[in-house]
């Protein structure tokens, strides 16, 4: 509130310029903040400049496209999720939890849905919804730890990456002036590997209640002064994440997303997930100018009891795909500009184990769903099931590297077109590309 | 201004003075350095006496009190660590005296089971139609259950939707039972399941029906036991709308006078598994705030994260989980790890949770058995729910997260030579899958009544024959395979070197000092796992007391919650909106569902929601809004005035500040502080703004479910028990600047790090 802190930003507020390194931290999180905070982080924005914020963030929506991006955190089982209901070995190998050739919901004749996933085969048909099928992480590690690190900082085998793959591509994407602070957001209490990184980016739990001391159109006092304090901190962790969250509150309290009700007819379903999607489309409703979403969706770990038809993944697959279809149909003519795209880890043991569940095991499959996405089609080499075409004997193998996908989907989407620094050494090159948009 | 300096300034300018040699240090470990503000130039200073006391409080403790410091520094440094090193020697009759309130959490598994019924086992009950208990407790609390399954199987029917599951739910519960269980366990207020919902719920106004033969006012006269009997006696279709005719005056008289146990009778009529969820969470959240054997409890909590368990897991896990951290976990909290190792592997809570109490050897006579059983019947439920192998789920996460560490996993891309020398030869599939093999027969005996025998190991699912882990072969020896694969995992240097150095994050820093670790690894080594010798050399390590880890580490909410608590002197009634607010705050108490724990990492706590939600926080504890917690800033503070006073002072501010943080704040906090406490109605804001509407005051119930409700609607919480409704009052009347002032320190960058 007072001219001293004003006077104050120059010093942090440009870390391009390598000026205050020193003082944020070379960690990960050190790096997390951007020069754009320094002009709308201060504890009271003149009212100039957030019309004018704002103004940039809506043309610039109105231009981009979004890009959102889904983890099934667990390692989810492809095989029965897109099902090679062709291959005599998956039913060999899956006494009980297969699915059987007349219960999948068909898609070209080698491939089907399981059944539970009936709000994604319209969405299929219509040409929007791509499949790949044997998609994965080159490396084979089986701890999901290491694997959903090595697939959110984009670098298997490379632990040492500051970095998320999705905060690199939209590094890379060209920007003009001022960007949003919700230009990276994620659904949830903690900013996801995927997006951290030198970009800011955001976390938000609930679209409704993100406010210091109070809702309403104005901050409150208390949250004047926290951000003071949060202004002024020479911690550099706080300080920086302090400043996007006061940015990131003024902002939402100007377009109250919240307002934002699914177009009619819509129903998420009523789960965090759910719930997180709806949030997303709220988010862009507002026109806050979301570039890039992240959520996730957990408990695919079925080493015990998955079921078939039914039971344990059927529902988790229910939930997963009728809330992104829900999403896809409540963002209405605005889908067109938007990537959804999903991963997990790795994939299940091509054979049940002794507990009616599957075990860690490789390739898998992953979803492009999107306006420019040339769906109806299952895309990827299939390496077959029979016994001496598994990887290491036991599991699918992978033939589609998982960053050529999401390489294809930053290039297309967010126009990154540096992909060597989005996926450094992968070498993905477009010519290589699956072309599935 | 002297005094006023605060900790940043006076090591920036005794920083003007360090030594070459220490600023080289630095600038090697630069990165970890630069992540720590508050220790931005200390290099080369030592930490004064009363700051080597704080430190020792904020790494070994929840947090400091009042006084502390002092009470540290005159009894010293070493032998106030060694007193807490042998938790025995303290006394923790204040503890015990708050914990009594939770009579069910000194029970076995099996008693839980019994006395508090899982909704699997109405299942089970209306399934083969087995009749009530005769005990007129126990048959109320079963019969209003058996009610509250056959409602719900009845919604179901209604809806019509849900297809019918089978086969696939071995425990025997449909999911989305367990979902509703578990949000009921996590987030009580979220309960839709909830008993007294479904049937009307328009209270209405006008006379009140009679109950059991008395009118609503009649029950509430009655003495304790009586009133109990009374409320035991109304039928089960009834019981719901007799809580919902109560008035909120009279809900807190329902319980008024009950003793611990009749309470807990009373709240188990609303949902069984409901008492075991929350008494579980609220128990374990005091114990960290109140306990005075801090380190045990700290040590628990440690280990409680390293072999973490899920309470969600399914419809069991619940009633394992106070035996786990009471039987399991704590006893052993600063014992061997190969103990703990052991006992985590005989737990029914990890043997649930990690899925090995269903594994069982191919060749296994269980598994012939089975396979006979599936061809005489191969459609059966039964033969479909058998186990049939092994699940290698436990065996990987036993070396790859308890022991030697997922860095020293072999496999195509990871050749031996590239792991560290702790390594060894490090571990590959197939010693996962065969340690899988050698752990077959680890199982629960009875896992369906609480896990009712607990630990035992069933040859016949054990599979023969010696087994190749870890370079050795393991002859075939029944349960004392496993033994001694735990043995070798244990004692290995990939472990000692593991265990070390996430000990050395918990306590030094998110980067600790390669010296600090290879020296607690070596004593690891040495003393046979001891956890009390591995402690000591990080305590006499210099690179603990190093200035550059003074404050390094961000807290993660529950340290942030509970030392808030302590600070503040804050009084507890009824812990369930805490429990809640630690869901909010990310980081629900048993609620990561990953075995991996969770994160002891900055990164990891710090996001903008993360912010908003602690600063929420801050204001609401510190107003007294957060119904069953209460602050007193004048007795804290031993200055009556500061409740009258209708401006800040900067005196009040700065003794918060050492009251609060143990030492002064930043200045520009300070600044902050007392440029923005003089607005009054802040707190009232506060509440508003988190939807803790007029209700809040005198009503503890809604409050709690108003607070952590994401709607704001009008929810049902559960008021915990042993409490008297009227004892939870909570206002945020006469706010003055003090409390502003102590939310927003609370709320500062200067207490999320510790």
Known sequence: MSARWKLDHSDWGCDMAGRDLARRGVSRRGFMKSGALALVGTSAIPAFLTRSVMAEVTTAAANKKKLVVLFQRGACDGLSVVVPYQEKNYYAMRPTIAIKQDQVLDLDGRFGLHPAMAAFKPLYEQGHLAIVHAAGSPDTTRSHFDAQDYMESGTPGLKATPDGWLNRALRDEKTSGKESAFRAVALGTQLPRTLQGKLPAIAIANVADFSVGGRGPATSPISDAFQAMYDQSSDAVLHGTGAETFEAVKMLKAADPAHYQPAAGIVYPNTPFGNNLKQVAQLMKANLGVEAAFSDIGNWDTHQNQGNVNGQLANRLKEFSESIAAFWKDMGDDAENITVVTMSEFGRTARQNGTGGTDHGHGNVMFVLGGGVKGGKVYGKWPGLDNDQLNEGRDLAVTTDFRNVLGEAAYRTLGSRNLDAVFPGAKIDPRNFLNFS | ?754
């Open chain 2, 1 to 754: 201004m002297a005094k006023l300096l605060n900790f940043a300034g006076l090591m920036r300018e005794a920083g003007k003075a360090s030594v070459t040699a220490s600023l080289c240090a630095v600038m090697v470990a630069g990165p970890l350095l630069a992540e720590q503000p508050m220790a931005k130039a200390p290099v080369g200073l030592k930490l004064t006496e009363e700051q080597k006391a704080l430190h020792a409080l904020n790494r070994f403790t929840f947090g400091p009190r009042q006084g502390d410091v002092a009470a540290v520094e005159k009894m010293g440094l070493k032998a106030w660590f060694e007193r807490q090193l042998n938790p025995g020697s303290i006394d923790d009759a204040n503890l015990n005296a708050m914990l009594a309130r939770f009579p069910a959490m000194q029970l076995s598994p099996q008693a839980l089971m019994q006395k508090f019924p899982s909704p699997q086992m109405f299942r089970q009950m209306a399934r083969q139609h087995t009749p009530l208990p005769s005990d007129p407790v126990e048959n109320a609390i079963y019969a209003n259950g058996m009610a509250q399954y056959e409602r719900q199987q009845a919604l179901q029917a209604a809806q019509g939707a849900k297809k019918p599951v089978q086969g696939a739910d071995a425990d025997g519960m449909s999911p989305a039972m367990a979902a509703a269980d578990a949000a009921a366990m996590n987030d009580p207020a979220a309960a839709s399941t909830d008993a007294l919902t479904p049937v009307a719920k328009v209270r209405k106004r006008g006379p009140r029906a009679a109950y059991a033969g008395e009118s609503v006012e009649a029950i509430l006269a009655l003495p304790p036991q009586e009133r109990l009997m009374k409320i035991l006696a109304i039928p089960p279709d009834q019981l719901a709308s007799f809580r919902q005719e109560l008035r909120p005056m009279e809900r807190g008289q329902l319980v008024a006078g009950m003793n611990p146990e009749q309470a807990e009778i009373l709240a188990a009529l609303q949902g069984p598994v409901r008492v075991v969820g929350a008494e579980t969470l609220e128990s374990r959240l005091l114990r960290d705030v109140y306990s005075d054997r801090q380190l045990e409890a700290v040590m628990t909590d440690f280990w409680l994260n390293h072999f973490n368990v899920y309470v969600r897991k399914n419809a069991q896990e619940p009633y394992l989980l106070s035996s786990y951290e009471r039987d399991t976990i704590r006893p052993r909290a600063l014992g061997k790890f190969e103990d703990l190792l052991v006992a985590t592997a005989e737990s029914p809570a990890m043997l649930m949770y990690l899925d090995n109490w269903q594994s069982i050897g191919p060749n296994s006579m269980a598994a012939t058995r089975g396979a006979r059983f599936a061809r005489f019947a191969p459609n059966s439920q039964l033969a479909q729910a058998m186990p049939k192998g092994i699940n290698e789920n436990y065996a990987r996460e036993l070396i790859e997260l308890h022991t030697i560490g997922v860095r020293c996993e072999v496999s195509a891309d990871h050749t031996v030579k590239q792991l560290e020398p702790s390594c060894g030869s490090g571990y590959t599939q197939a010693d996962v899958t065969n340690f899988a093999k050698v752990l077959t027969g680890w199982t629960i005996d009875r896992p369906y009544q609480g896990g009712g025998g607990g630990f035992t190991f069933d040859e016949r699912r054990h599979e023969g024959g010696s087994k190749q882990v870890l370079g050795v072969t393991i002859r075939e020896d029944g349960a004392k395979e496993a033994l001694q694969v735990l043995h070798m995992l244990a004692t290995s240097p990939a472990t000692a070197a593991f265990i070390s150095h996430k000990l050395a994050v918990r306590f030094v820093s998110d980067d600790p000092p390669k010296a600090v670790e290879d020296r607690m690894a070596k004593t690891f080594l040495a003393s046979g796992g001891d956890m009390k010798a591995v402690l000591r050399t990080m305590f006499d390590s210099p690179e603990f007391w190093s200035p550059t880890v003074y404050r390094a580490k961000v807290k993660t909410p529950l340290e942030f919650v509970a030392s808030a608590l302590r600070a503040s002197d804050a009084q507890v009634v009824n812990a369930m909106p805490l429990v809640q607010a630690m869901d909010r705050l990310g980081m629900p108490l048993y609620g990561m569902q990953t075995p991996n724990g969770y994160s002891w990492l900055a990164d990891e706590w710090v996001s903008t929601t993360a912010l908003v939600s602690r600063m929420n926080f801050a204001m609401v504890m510190s107003g007294g809004v957060l119904p069953g917690t209460r602050t007193d800033w004048a007795k804290l503070l031993g200055d009556p005035s500061v409740d009258g006073a209708k401006a800040p002072s900067l005196k009040t501010e700065k003794a918060l500040e050492m009251a609060l943080l143990g030492a002064p704040a930043v200045e520009k906090t300070t600044t902050a502080v007392m440029e923005h406490a003089d607005r009054p109605g802040q707190v009232e804001a506060a509440s508003k703004g988190l939807a803790l509407g007029p209700a809040a005051g005198g009503n503890d119930e809604d409050g709690a479910a108003m607070l952590v409700g994401a709607k704001g609607g009008k929810k049902r919480g559960y008021a915990g028990v042993g409490l008297s409704m009227t004892d939870l009052a909570s206002s945020a009347e006469d706010e003055g600047p003090v409390v502003a002032m102590a939310g927003l320190l609370l709320g500062s960058p200067d207490f999320q790090r510790r």
